[in-house]
């Protein structure tokens, strides 16, 4: 972070120097207390359980610079305090302050699916050529985004954002902050549905990514699917403040940006990247083809940012997923896909067609409940099983799977009633990891995915113990 005034910050929140030196210089910010040191900025949040302006004496006890405050009955005499109306507010203020200070190009990520992945790939092309802040862990919400506008230094020449959201109105905040100068949208699928009611509702609020752009700006859509078509009607161009050319990319288009020829081999997979008169050959050390879309976009915006192909390609080759993201663990004679992380519907598809694509082996799928959709719950649930046997139906099946939590039952039922795949429903997660061991064969693939909630990684962690 670049070093600047109490003072400055003061103005730039609208705030009220309660006490203090105005000219104290301010190096961090945090909302954690544990964090929070000589120099540093407290913004205490208000969160469900917990009012962290109680921490404010501790902080300034540790020599933290300033603190904002929304209760004015705080007082003392170490370090400064500016009072504002809202601590949250008055963070994302200052966040877009001081994001106003670069003139750099920034690319927001959004969409359903695949955010982070594509985060890194992009992030790693761009490294290549510009000192590049990235999204650290998952800070791409109303406070995470906030907060990573601080990590931009004086020789900061590129960002790459993640920007998350699950309520209406969550995107056009995030743009004012971060700025984005290009985007891409990954994919439109049913995460947050509860809460937002439908894709085209879904598209509508993560289109507002595009809200701040300049004259110049440029929003990548993944085209695959109905998507083109979907985005068109449902991006809405007209709340853009500046101009905004879309371009599409993906696997299953054929004008672009777009990929032909994958293959994979077991140990990763190969595309030919094609756009006008480019054709390259690129190899990934990932496999499945939700991967070849986030380096197709990668490629994309290399060529938009000036980054040779050549050194875009080693940097693809040359990415390793992110743990409990897809990373493949080899442990007891199987391989483990660990991507507990999180979970959607349209994630646990794409997963599952990867994993089919994998050479040798038998296929087993450990899928816990996908939270947070809301009354379609069932119905979506219902739709994972239906998707699992329909690719039976075609000759990519499943040998086992296992499903975990109450959500994931209506899984097991369809599967159960509809195709002769072994499907085994578990109360928890450690009678999950016997299913598996008593059933698993040297070579197979075994997913493990569920939302976050779920907490899946202990069936990768199990079935990891010899």
């Keep these: 972070m670049k070093p600047i005034t109490v003072a400055r910050i003061e103005d730039a929140v609208s705030g009220t120097l309660a006490w203090g030196n105005a000219d104290e210089l301010v190096t961090g910010v945090s909302i954690d ?11 205490p949040i208000i969160g469900e359980r917990v009012d962290a302006h109680r921490f404010i004496p501790d902080v300034l006890e540790k020599g933290a610079a300033v603190v904002f405050s929304s209760d004015h009955r705080i007082k003392d005499s170490r370090g400064a305090c500016i009072y504002v109306e809202d601590t949250l507010c008055a963070l994302q203020e200052l966040a877009a302050w001081y994001r106003s200070q ?3 190009p920034v690319i927001g990520i959004t969409g359903s699916v695949g955010k982070t992945t594509t985060k890194e790939m992009i992030a790693a092309v761009m490294e290549k050529k510009y000192r ?3 999204t650290i862990g998952n800070r791409n919400s109303q406070i995470g985004l906030s907060l990573m506008m601080f990590e931009l230094e004086e020789d900061t020449e590129m960002a790459v954002f993640e920007m998350g959201i699950s309520l209406p109105g969550e995107m056009e905040r995030l743009a004012e902050i971060a700025r984005p100068t290009a985007a891409v949208l990954t994919n439109i699928g049913v995460s947050h549905i509860g809460n937002l009611g439908s894709r085209e509702n879904i598209c ?11 004259a110049d700006g440029r929003l ?6 109905d998507l083109t078509e979907l985005s068109k009607a449902c991006v809405p161009y007209d709340c853009c403040v500046g101009g905004c050319d879309t371009e599409y990319y993906g696997s299953e288009l054929t004008d672009g940006y777009y ?3 994958l293959a994979t081999d077991g140990t990763g997979q190969t595309f030919v990247y094609r756009h ?11 496999m499945g083809s939700h991967n070849v879309e986030n380096a197709i976009v990668a490629l994309a915006l290399a060529e938009q940012f000036c980054v040779p192909l050549e050194e875009a390609k080693e940097a693809l080759l040359a990415y390793k997923p ?15 896909i660990d991507d507990t992380y999180n979970a959607s519907p349209d994630s646990i598809k794409s997963n599952l067609k990867a994993m089919f694509a994998y050479p040798g082996g038998n296929k087993i799928a450990v899928l816990g409940d996908v939270l947070e959709l809301g009354e379609q719950s069932s119905k979506l649930h219902e739709e994972i099983g239906r998707f699992i046997t329909k690719e039976a139906g075609q000759g990519r099946s499943l040998s086992l799977l296992v499903t975990v939590g109450r959500e994931m039952a209506a899984v097991h039922e369809v599967v159960k009633e509809h195709s002769a795949i072994l499907s085994v429903h578990c109360t928890n997660n450690q009678e999950a990891v016997e299913t598996v061991k008593k059933n698993m064969r040297d070579g197979d693939w075994i997913l493990v995915k569920g939302s976050r909630g779920m907490h899946m990684e202990e069936v990768a962690e199990g079935l990891a113990k010899e």
Excluded at 205 to 213: A, L, V
Excluded at 276 to 286: K, R
Excluded at 322 to 336: D, E, F, P, T
């Design 33 to 43: 207390s544990r964090e929070t040191g000589p120099g540093s900025l407290f913004v």
């Design 102 to 104: 670069f003139e750099i």
């Design 276 to 286: 006008g008169d480019t054709a390259e050959n690129v190899e990934l050390s990932v």
């Design 322 to 336: 992110i743990s409990m993201r897809g990373v493949i663990q080899k442990a007891a004679g199987v391989n483990i």
């Design 204 to 214: 509508r609020e993560k289109g507002k990514i595009i809200t701040y752009f300049p």
């Design 132 to 134: 590049t802040v990235k």
């Design 259 to 261: 990929a032909e020829g």
């Design 220 to 225: 990548y859509v993944c085209g695959n699917g």
